[in-house]
């Protein structure tokens, strides 16, 4: 299982920044992605939880860190296995390498959590 993330880059403060991932890797279609979501990284910090979507049997449920809850949104595209993560304004603040990450359950190997290679995102004016 890959996880390819897109996006990032320089963004000037105030702006908007999208990032996406996909999934791949899967052989067949007997496979249940749990949950996809958003971690970051500034240099000095410990990785944090940006933002996550759980596939729940009582439908989904969605996580913010509070720092970014009133100006992100994250959507995860079931069909194209890819979770999305919008988010405006943007602050110097949210300078850090982006982490995608999935839980992914296939008969072979149970549920897994995966890491993508990271993006990095700087703000600045």
């Known amino acids: 299982v890959q996880l390819q993330a897109s996006g990032g880059g320089w963004v000037q403060t105030g702006g908007s920044l999208r990032l996406s991932c996909t999934a791949s890797g899967f052989s067949g279609s007997n496979f249940r992605i749990n949950s996809m979501g958003w971690y970051r990284q500034a240099p000095g910090n410990q990785r944090e939880l940006v933002a996550s979507?759980?596939?729940?049997?009582?439908?989904?449920?969605?996580t913010y860190d509070p720092s970014v809850k009133l100006r992100s949104t994250i959507s995860v595209d079931n069909a194209m296995n890819m979770v999305h993560l919008q988010m405006s304004p943007v602050k110097p603040e949210d300078t850090a390498v982006y982490y995608c990450t999935a839980n992914i359950w296939t008969p072979a190997t149970g549920s897994v959590g995966y890491w993508g290679q990271g993006t990095q995102v700087t703000v600045s004016s």
């Open positions: 979507q759980l596939h729940t049997a009582s439908g989904d449920r969605i």
